[in-house]
Structure formats: C-alpha cells, structure tokens
C-alpha cells in the first residue's frame, strides 16, 4: 500500500482546520462561508489553499491561533471577544472578519497587541 494516499491534502487539512477554528469561536457555517468568501455550500473538505478562499481561510486560523494564545485556548473567552462590538472596529470582530480588509485590520490589530506583549 502506497504511503502517500493515507497522506491528506493540504486542502484537506486547511478544511479541517477552518471548520475547527470556526467550531471554537461559535463561528456558524454562514458567518464561515462570508468570512472565507465562498458559498455555504461549498464549504466541503477542501479548500484550494492557493485560491483566494485558501488565503482567506488562513487568516481566519491566524486569527483564531492569536486568540488562543491570548486567552490561553479558553474557547468561551475567545468567542466572546470575536462577537463583541469592541471600540476598536466599527462592528464585532467576527462581522468585520466578512471582508479581506476586516481580516488585514484585525491581523494587525491582534499582531500590534503580540508585539506589545514582548513576544
């Protein structure tokens, strides 16, 4: 048996992980499917991870890594502040997530906040 069939995609894997990352942050498949930029119905087991949905979709796990760092992988922390209208974006963090330039400004804003850590 060859060993790289067992082997998944990596457009299997950035599925798998975006779903997941959703589940964590009580993102539901809508809010998932605009965040990433495809129809709910699409979102299956695989997203090209070359695609612009692939690229979307790791700014989403970006995001959601830098939350569970920040609140040490506590989910109901994590999906608290991702719903929550904050002073710093005009709406929550998970509506803003809807546009790629809602995902650059909350990278950055999550980044500037790294940095201010020390880390």
């Not at 997941?20 to 605009?34: D, F, H, K, N, Y």
């Amino acid at each position: 048996m060859d060993a790289y069939r067992n082997k998944p995609e990596a457009g299997e894997v950035l599925a798998k992980s975006v779903k997941r990352a959703a589940e964590e942050l009580g993102v539901g498949s809508c809010q998932l499917a605009l965040i990433i930029g495809i129809y709910e119905s699409k979102l299956g087991s695989y997203i090209d991870p070359e695609s612009n949905e692939g690229f979307r979709a790791r700014q989403f796990i970006q995001i959601f890594r830098y939350l569970h760092s920040f609140f040490g992988g506590k989910s109901s922390s994590m999906a608290h502040w991702a719903k929550t209208k904050n002073r710093k974006f005009p709406s929550s963090p998970i509506e803003c997530m809807q546009t790629a330039s809602g995902l650059d400004e909350i990278i950055a804003y999550l980044e500037s906040l790294n940095l201010s850590n020390g880390e």
